[in-house]
């Protein structure tokens, strides 16, 4: 079946770091893949999408490039806030049938001023 | 546009007590999700609904799990009787037909004693 293994947290960094968040899939087909993230207390929320090979999703400073020949989407930053403190969780969408959603574990992030 | 509502946002309860939770979605999807979020963990599928029909539920304890959607809009989930290691938060979230982007609520977070 489908999976999706994201890199364990927590993950802390200084104001101004560059972020590297690590995802890989496993999948039939060819799925869509997603970063959503979550602030504490509050649900999941979509930070970026790619649906095809080479597509590279970007928002909020953030950026991953949809990799098919490493089975990776990778999520970095240039230079990460405090603001961006939060669980990030990797997932990837079965094109066919019902759009399934498989979300890795999710790494958290701590930014210190 | 109102994003998708539930309640209660907490609730304790005592093993081998009942609980429900409800879900509104974005007005006009046509589908809706029931993850559960244990701590630390990635969201993982409990029920799938398509207007008010069932398109998974593979991972749904049904021993004691029960959802519905009536009418295709709001849904409840239901557990029966609970066990302590059903604690974790229970999201809902919905998207329009043949969109794979989701869009969550905050979660009800549960907490069995």
């Known amino acids: 079946g489908d999976s999706v293994t994201q890199m364990e947290g927590p993950v802390t960094l200084s104001e101004e770091a560059f972020l590297t968040i690590n995802c890989t899939y496993t999948?039939?087909?060819?799925?869509?893949l997603f970063w959503y993230v979550q602030y504490p207390g509050e649900g999941l929320q979509l930070l970026l999408k790619a649906t095809k090979a080479d597509d590279k999703g970007s928002n909020k400073g953030f950026e991953a490039t949809y990799r098919k020949e490493t089975t990776s989407f990778h999520l970095e930053k240039g230079s990460v806030q405090v603001s961006d403190s939060a669980v990030y969780f990797c997932a990837l969408s079965d094109p066919g049938g019902y759009q399934k959603v498989t979300f890795g574990i999710g790494t958290k992030l701590q930014v210190i001023p | 546009e109102a994003g998708v509502a539930q309640s209660p946002r907490y609730k304790i309860i005592e093993k081998r007590q009942s609980v429900a939770f409800w879900c509104n979605p974005i007005?006009?999807?046509?589908?809706l999700y029931w993850y559960q979020q244990i701590l630390g963990q990635g969201p993982k599928l409990l029920i799938q609904f398509q207007n008010n029909g069932v398109v998974d539920d593979s991972q749904l304890p049904k021993d004691r799990f029960s959802a519905e959607r009536l009418k295709g809009v709001d849904s409840t989930l239901k557990i029966q009787p609970a066990k302590l290691e059903d604690s974790a938060v229970y999201l809902c979230?919905?998207?329009?037909?043949?969109?794979?982007?989701?869009?969550f609520g905050p979660g009800t977070r549960l907490t069995v004693l």
């Open positions: 979230a919905s998207t329009s037909l043949g969109v794979d982007t989701q869009y």
């Open positions: 999948a039939t087909g060819y799925p869509s």
């Open positions: 007005s006009g999807h046509a589908t």
